[in-house]
């Protein structure tokens, strides 16, 4: 029986990575490794005020003196710092025509990614800044946007045009002594996206970052930041891939979150960075750090997460509860297969009154994968009638990889409500049997399944998305399970 | 339609059927009765396929085909259905989830697209009515949190969607009170028509009542020892199988 579960491993476990072309367009380049010239290199490439290079030069300062954490259930190969290269951006060619105009070239890729950057072309309801190595390429919808006051741009440019609002909110949420990937990404992040909404407004479409590394030998370093003044509700959406390499390349991003009196902030992630081959060669280290703050009374704020890609994923979507009666929520589901290795899970800190939150997280190893689920629930003295509930399940495609979870629960007000859930399962071989019995191939019977299993979180991603988070659940367990 | 030659096969190096020879014609119905242990259940795995049979001697043939040689789909797209013993759970996918992924493989293979969302609820709907299923079921996930007998019903109600050419209840009556019994038979009789067959494996007489078939055969230590009419059951209900461990009966 072990054999067949081999067999049906193997074959679900063996499909190619779809999006692993390398785009051939000329790419400016800075020379590899980390100094101060370096950051003042990147931060002059990007027209940077002053408050923004020291605002980079001390978080580098302190990043020198900190070391690698090595708290997580991963493996990691030492990484030399100063062997990436911190700043590569597509040449813009010089077009005759307006300013605008984007390299074809360019264009053809996130065409190819589903990601027409043409607004007649767009999915309707969804603005994109679309992010290639260290630049945005182009944000469409900008002004339709505009109309109703709502920002949303690259981070280059926000810095520019709106110095204010970003001197104001940025690093408010994690600063960049925060961690040693904060650190590094303070000191050399490159572009990401800005988003503002007024009080008041809800944003009518979805707003999303698509990010593309192409370059070879960089790190990417993007930066996030979502600020939702009273009364304002944004849906936010994060897509990203990378060429297939045989080199390891580094991902160290942070996203913010800052949601205002009864504002809501919906964040989805469909992390698709590639994963590395099947023996475990290549592929992204993605080490996140993403955090929001519920700042205003009945605020909330919701991550959803469907991560399916990189070498290693490292990663803590949370929130911190200040304004009482806010809410946050986290659902995962996390995908590791052939050599994967993900850590990953939230952190819900609860400070404001009768502020409540929701973890569901769903993990599934496939292969030699190790899966972890790692959380912290953390409830202050001052937070009255706080309320928790988690619930963290594992599903296991073999007997080769692992499932772990780590939960931790630091509650200092009697009067609050935690509770956690935790199961761990392996996919049936009467399951299968019993859809082959239907008709059902095994590919398609552990597609099913599996969705069926993760269909709790993929409910909360917005339609167009659920649909493609679908697919990509089944294509990357496809080969592990026949 | 289906005809079994010899047929020998092992599970984790034992023995279990050790020559079966069956013979299934069209507009039939054959009932395969026996102690607990005999191989009945051996059977209907060795028919569908499933891995853990190891099949070490014998021939089936499924209208002309070689029936070993397929996988579990393609024996099931071929129109083999099992009613299962014990319906295997699939939280998170509905019903009619299932029922749409596998209409439609059965659909592809016979080289027909697939239905349209209208025409397979209509589908869903008419055979639903057919079997007596409550409507709610098929919104639910597969199986989960049904009770026994809804389970059994939900297999008719997957064998009314597939329309089979030959379906195998296995054990379908385990479980039923007599009200569900007669619904999950009612089912069956429906279904019925001159150019499909199934196959009953019981250990009681009682559903017997109500599905009646053409043949009973007795499966007694891998081997069918006795085949007759329907009257056969009735004798095995009143004298028991120790009338057959015992020889008397052959």
Request: aromatic fraction near 8%; hydrophobic fraction near 35%.
């Amino acid at each position: 029986m072990t054999d067949e579960q081999d067999k049906i491993l193997d074959e679900v476990t063996n499909s190619e990575y779809k999006y692993g072309f390398v785009t051939d367009v000329e790419t400016e380049m800075i020379p590899k490794g980390l100094n101060e010239d370096v950051i003042r290199m990147i931060s002059k490439k990007k027209e940077e005020p002053d408050w923004m290079l020291e605002f980079r030069l001390n978080a580098f300062r302190h990043w020198q003196k900190m070391e690698m954490p090595t708290w997580a259930h991963l493996t990691i190969p030492e990484i030399n710092y100063q062997d990436i290269i911190y700043y590569a951006a597509p040449k813009r060619k010089a077009a005759p025509g307006s300013l605008d105009e984007i390299d074809p070239e360019l264009k053809a890729t996130f065409d190819k990614l589903g990601i027409p950057l043409e607004e007649q072309k767009m999915l309707t309801g969804v603005a994109v800044d679309a992010v290639m190595d260290s630049t945005s390429v182009k944000t469409t919808f900008r002004e339709t946007l505009a109309e109703q006051g709502i920002i949303f741009c690259s981070m280059t440019e926000a810095i520019k045009e709106h110095p204010d609002l970003v001197r104001k909110y940025l690093a408010s949420v994690v600063p960049p002594t925060d961690n040693f990937f904060a650190a590094l990404n303070s000191a050399v992040f490159s572009d990401g996206s800005f988003c503002y909404i007024p009080k008041g407004v809800r944003c009518p479409m979805e707003l999303s970052t698509y990010f593309r590394i192409n370059a070879a030998n960089t790190g990417q370093f993007e930066r996030t930041l979502i600020v939702a003044d009273d009364d304002s509700y944004v849906s936010y959406l994060e897509g990203c891939t990378a060429p297939m390499r045989d080199e390891n390349q580094l991902h160290a991003a942070i996203v913010e979150i800052i949601a205002m009196e009864n504002a809501e902030v919906k964040y989805s992630t469909v992390q698709n960075w590639y994963p590395g081959d099947k023996n475990g060669k290549g592929g992204i280290y993605n080490f996140v750090t993403k955090r929001g703050m519920c700042r205003g009374k009945n605020s909330k704020i919701s991550w959803t997460q469907v991560e399916t890609g990189s070498a290693i994923t490292w990663k803590y979507p949370s929130c911190i509860l200040l304004g009482d009666n806010s809410y946050s929520e986290f659902y995962s589901v996390a995908v590791t297969n052939n050599y994967q290795q993900a850590d990953t899970g939230t952190k819900m800190i609860h400070i404001g009154k009768n502020t409540r939150s929701r973890i569901v997280s769903k993990g599934i190893s496939a292969g030699f994968s190790n899966n972890s689920y790692r959380g912290l629930v953390k409830v202050l003295k001052g937070a009255e009638n706080a309320r928790n509930f988690s619930q963290c399940d594992s599903l296991l495609l073999g007997d080769k990889c692992g499932a772990h979870t780590f939960p931790y629960l630091e509650v200092e007000n009697p009067s609050s409500i935690v509770e956690h859930e935790a199961t761990t399962s392996k996919i049936g071989e009467d399951q299968i049997f019993y859809c082959n019995q239907r008709g059902l191939s095994t590919e398609d019977a552990v597609g099913l399944i599996i969705n069926g299993y993760a269909k709790e979180v993929l409910n909360k991603l917005p339609m167009e998305f659920a649909v493609e988070a679908q697919k990509l659940l089944q294509i990357s367990l496809e080969g592990s399970v026949g | 339609m289906l005809v079994i030659k010899d047929l020998h096969a092992k599970i984790n190096d034992k023995e279990i059927l050790k020559g079966i020879n069956l013979e299934v014609k069209a507009g039939e119905v054959h009932a395969i009765m026996g102690p607990n242990g005999s191989g009945k259940s051996t059977l209907a795995s060795v028919l569908t396929g499933r891995e853990l049979v190891e099949v070490t001697h014998g021939q089936v043939e499924f209208n002309g085909k070689n029936l070993l040689e397929m996988s579990p789909e393609i024996r099931s797209r071929e129109g083999i259905f099992l009613s299962f013993q014990y319906p295997v759970e699939i939280p998170g996918v509905s019903m009619v989830n299932f029922m749409k992924a596998a209409v439609n493989e059965h659909r592809k293979y016979k080289g027909l697209g697939p239905l349209s969302a209208s025409d397979f609820l209509k589908l869903l709907r008419e055979r639903k009515e057919l079997v007596e299923i409550d409507s709610a079921l098929t919104n639910r996930s597969v199986n989960e949190g049904f009770s026994g007998g809804e389970k059994k019903k939900n297999e008719i109600f997957q064998m009314a969607m597939l329309e089979p050419k030959l379906a195998i209840l296995d054990e379908t009556d385990s479980g039923l009170d007599i009200d569900a019994l007669r619904i999950v038979a009612n089912g069956v009789n429906k279904l019925k028509r001159p150019d499909n067959a199934v196959v009953v494996i019981t250990h009681y007489q009682r559903l017997l009542d109500y599905i009646v078939p053409d043949f009973v055969h007795i499966l007694y230590n891998g081997r069918i020892v006795k085949s007759a009419g329907k009257e056969l059951a009735l004798e095995l209900e009143k004298k028991g199988y120790d009338w057959i461990k015992n020889g008397e009966g052959l």
